[in-house]
């Protein structure tokens, strides 16, 4: 056996038992452990196999001894009462008994569900793995759950996620998760440098430890969807202390945030909010909220935000009486002219755009010309300039313009030549609308700022999505 590193066990030999398990292979290590695969004495034991992480002990000075037995005491308390489908699982944990070899003697042996791999070793093969989306919902889910039961994971990081056999991730290495104590947690001062947030880096350390809140996994999050999205970490600088100097210019507000063009539409605004400066500002989206927004984002569709509500049934009821009487749908149809019923058109983008809330005034559709027919709440594409001609509008948040519960059926064969943004307050902000050339929110072309009404120009590209936005 030789020593490990600055604060890890010794290494642990092919063959050498704990317990009834015994060591096959080294599986990992990090600043704190050696984590080892092993296999149980009893061959038809649940589970007969598992990953043994060996938390220091032995030859370090008091300080350092109190410090190590808090980690493993802390990794321990949080395995053995937390149980969530994304946190690796805990067996047991025993102590090593085994005086002839005093570097082991007294270390604390984490019996773990065996992980097959790590996102760090994935990345490593393929610096933005296809499945990078849906790991980072699982990610994101993971830490949901121990928001939720109160705990701070404190060092969310590639190596810390763990691949399990089924290609699934799990959250695992909980020795630096504290629980909340009120609104903080107290942590040692050890997270890593490139997740680490601003508030963070210049943090005092006291008697207890770092204050850390759960804004903090918030901000490590967004920097790991980043990473794994497009191969690259949010902040620049070549080094881990460049990289600290442009997080803490970012948080004095003396540089922007200037997020990797190849991060993919749907997640720039969560990416941006998880990387908000501070923590108030990251503390408006819960991990909740935000495990919402990302499960819609690895789906491939933005999230659905409670826009303004708008009486979409009365909408629908008045086009369905309209229709009955024979006006057919109206919105698809040039300005002033009606189709009769069953025509094909597409009545989704209809009940969006014909009638506006009572409140508005409005007369309805059948009356309403030009840009006016665009209710308020919707943004609305016309093929004649001026807002004349046809007319498709959304309200919600479908962004596909050729599938989906709201299509615009003219799109195929014909281009906007004018939009009209009649956009109303949004809680969150998002009043403004990007439209894209491409499905999917892929080849901006443009935005339209809420209140907005214009021509394309003549040579306007097909539009086939759209999203809103919170800045142009
Ligand atoms: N349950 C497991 N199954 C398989 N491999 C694991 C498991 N747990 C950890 N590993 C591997 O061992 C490595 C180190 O584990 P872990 O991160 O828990 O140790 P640590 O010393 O606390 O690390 P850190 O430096 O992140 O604090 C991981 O990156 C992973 O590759």
Redesign the pocket.
């Known amino acids: 056996m030789t020593g490990g590193e600055q604060y890890g066990v010794a290494d642990v030999e092919r063959g050498y038992r704990v317990g009834p398990w015994t060591v096959e292979r080294a599986?990992?290590?990090?600043?704190?452990?050696h984590?080892y695969a092993a296999r149980h004495e009893d061959a038809a034991a649940e589970p007969a196999r598992a990953?043994l992480?060996f938390l220091p002990t032995g030859t370090h000075t008091p300080r350092q001894l109190r410090h190590l037995r808090e980690l493993a005491e802390r990794e321990v308390a949080l395995l053995s009462r937390l149980r969530s489908p994304r946190l690796?699982r805990m067996h047991d944990a025993l102590t090593v008994d085994d005086p002839g070899h005093p570097e082991l003697d007294g270390a604390t042996v984490l019996v773990?569900?065996?992980?097959r791999?790590?996102l760090?070793?994935l990345l490593t093969e393929d610096r933005t793995p296809r499945s990078g989306p849906e790991l980072l919902a699982q990610v994101c889910e993971g830490l949901t759950q121990l928001h939720d039961a109160g705990w701070v994971h404190g060092?969310l990081?590639p190596?810390?996620v763990?691949l399990m056999p089924d290609g699934s991730a799990r959250l695992?290495?909980f020795?630096?998760a504290p629980e909340l104590d009120g609104t903080h947690a107290y942590a040692p001062a050890f997270a890593t440098a490139d997740y680490t947030p601003p508030e963070l880096l210049w943090s005092e350390v006291g008697e207890r430890g770092m204050r850390v809140r759960q804004t903090a996994d918030v901000w490590a999050f967004g920097v790991l969807a980043h990473l794994v999205l497009t191969g690259s970490l949010p902040l620049p600088g070549p080094t881990p202390s460049a990289r600290r100097d442009a997080a803490v210019r970012y948080a004095r507000g003396e540089e922007d945030l200037r997020l990797s063009p190849g991060l993919p539409p749907l997640w720039r605004e969560i990416v941006a909010d998880c990387l908000a400066r501070t923590h108030e500002e990251r503390a408006r989206y819960g991990s909740a909220a935000l495990l919402e927004r990302v499960t819609a984002a690895a789906a491939g569709r933005p999230h659905r935000r409670r826009r303004a509500p708008r009486p979409l049934l009365v909408a629908t009821a008045a086009l369905t009486a309209l229709a009955a009487a024979g006006f057919g749908t109206l919105a698809l149809l040039p300005e002033g002219q009606r189709s009769g019923p069953g025509d094909g058109r597409d009545a989704g983008a209809v009940s969006a755009t014909v009638t506006g809330p009572p409140s508005s005034g409005r007369t309805p559709a059948v009356a309403a010309t030009g840009w006016d027919r665009c209710a308020p709440a919707s943004v609305c594409f016309f093929t004649g300039r001026g807002g004349t001609g046809e007319m498709c509008a959304w309200e919600g948040d479908e962004f596909n313009w050729t599938d989906g519960a709201v299509r615009c059926s003219w799109t195929g064969s014909r281009r906007p030549a004018s939009v009209y943004n009649n956009g109303v307050a949004d809680p969150d902000g998002y009043v403004h609308v990007v439209y894209y050339a491409e499905e999917a929110l892929h080849r901006r072309l443009g935005c339209v700022e809420q209140g907005e009404r214009r021509d394309l120009g003549e040579g306007a590209a097909r539009i086939l999505s759209h999203i809103w936005a919170k800045a142009c």
């Open positions: 599986l990992g290590s990090g600043a704190f452990g984590v990953a992480k690796i773990l569900e065996e992980a791999s790590s760090d070793a060092d990081k190596g810390n763990l695992g290495d020795n630096l």
